[in-house]
């Protein structure tokens, strides 16, 4: 097959002329954002299946989404699709890993070397995507010193020494709320600016560093009112006389 | 102060009379759901500091929220709230942890006892609000037997024997993607219909089935996306050459 591939076009709207270079100006909205990793992990597995190209039709059925969704999604970015080609697996995963800013490795420290801190430690998905996790701190002399897969736990004094010396990109924090408050302020002395949060609290951060938050209990929450809301909905459409 | 307090009146629109029983008829948006559990955990701060009333002012300054939003948001619910009062903190907090479906307890099992799993037995937050982790299944020998916490590790073979004979509200998935997508068909057999979902897979359910998503390396990538965009903003402003 030696077709010229036609790449999609960008909406004039979405360009904007810089000397000779075209820069994507429209904002992706959040939703967008969001649907990235999923679209990553599709193509992960395609990958692993050895599946070179796939149509938007076929990734559309896989992920259970419409096909349009699909080349909507993608065309924000500039589409990476070409008509009557389909989408090239191996090129798509690395446009997407590099939007997802995971095409290099991204240094990681775990701040609460707990069971949650060593699960994650020990999680090897992080690193496939890139995510390396360097060293876990913690106040307990019983975990200071112990090794946790390819990461030293390191004393909670010695932080800042630490991140003077190593390149650090994101502080997990899996401590309790209280020492969570606490060590932010010293994160942020080291210039860190981009926060994993496990604790159970809203960090008290400026605009200028980013958190994501993973708060456990309140996604179980979340799935405990679902239930809720669904036994309800039964007991109220089975009680129901008709009108 | 005996000044009677006065209940926030539901639009008409909100409400449909069934008999005697007024019952709330809106649709709750996915948004105003997705708070609840933050209400929940300011709420619970609260009663920690033995605090036995607030205005929607000061729960607003603490939540870093508006007033108003606080006051639509708990108006959807038939608004606990009384003018010139303020929020009576144990009630709001009850009945928000009614309408998230944990005042009573809620029995989960985690599927997988590796490293995740564990440490999610091993989280005494779950409990406080009504959680119970009851009990824990793996393939490995190394662990079957083990107890976590308050928690048995059975051989995943004995899960229908398990579930037969002990009511389990929320099926926790803890294990590869593969052993996943095996077990849940198995889970629904048993009439298990809430699924807490850690392994890194679209489960294979209809919608009768809850499932609710913890995809840590999806929630990793975010933040790296968000710190690649920040880093490209700062680039670009610092780039500008003024227009």
């Known amino acids: 097959?030696?077709?010229?591939?036609?790449?999609?076009?960008?909406?004039?709207?979405?360009?904007?002329?810089?000397?000779?270079?075209?820069?994507?100006?429209?904002?992706?909205?959040?939703?967008?954002?969001?649907r990235l990793p999923r679209y990553y992990r599709y193509l992960s597995d395609l990958m692993e299946e050895n599946v070179d190209r796939i149509s938007s039709n076929d990734l559309a059925k896989r992920m259970k989404v419409t096909a349009s969704q699909i080349?909507?999604?993608?065309?924000?970015?500039?589409?990476?699709?070409?008509?009557?080609?389909?989408?090239?697996?191996?090129?798509?995963?690395?446009?997407?890993?590099?939007?997802?800013?995971?095409?290099?490795?991204?240094?990681?420290?775990?701040?609460?070397?707990?069971?949650?801190?060593?699960?994650?430690?020990?999680y090897q998905n992080f690193e496939k995507r890139g995510f390396i996790i360097r060293a876990l701190f913690d106040v307990d002399p019983a975990v200071i010193?112990?090794?946790?897969?390819?990461?030293?736990?390191?004393?909670?004094?010695?932080?800042?020494?630490?991140?003077?010396?190593?390149?650090?990109?994101?502080?997990?924090?899996t401590l309790p709320k209280?020492?969570?408050?606490?060590?932010?302020?010293?994160?942020l002395a080291c210039g860190i600016r981009a926060i994993w949060n496990f604790a159970h609290i809203d960090l008290p951060v400026g605009d200028d560093v980013l958190v994501e938050n993973v708060h456990l209990s309140e996604s179980l929450m979340q799935l405990s009112y679902r239930m809720l809301a669904d036994k309800e909905e039964k007991e109220r459409l089975a009680g129901k006389t008709g009108d």
């Open 1 to 34: 097959m030696t077709r010229t591939p036609k790449n999609h076009i960008l909406p004039v709207e979405n360009l904007t002329k810089t000397g000779s270079v075209f820069i994507v100006k429209k904002k992706i909205s959040k939703a967008v954002i969001s």
């Open 71 to 122: 080349r909507q999604d993608l065309n924000n970015f500039g589409g990476f699709g070409q008509q009557g080609y389909g989408y090239n697996v191996g090129h798509l995963h690395a446009e997407i890993g590099k939007l997802l800013g995971i095409h290099t490795h991204i240094n990681v420290v775990i701040i609460g070397a707990g069971h949650l801190g060593q699960a994650l430690a020990n």
């Open 145 to 173: 010193g112990k090794k946790i897969r390819n990461s030293e736990v390191y004393s909670l004094k010695d932080l800042e020494k630490y991140l003077s010396s190593h390149p650090v990109d994101i502080a997990t924090l």
């Open 178 to 187: 209280e020492r969570a408050a606490e060590v932010v302020p010293r994160l």
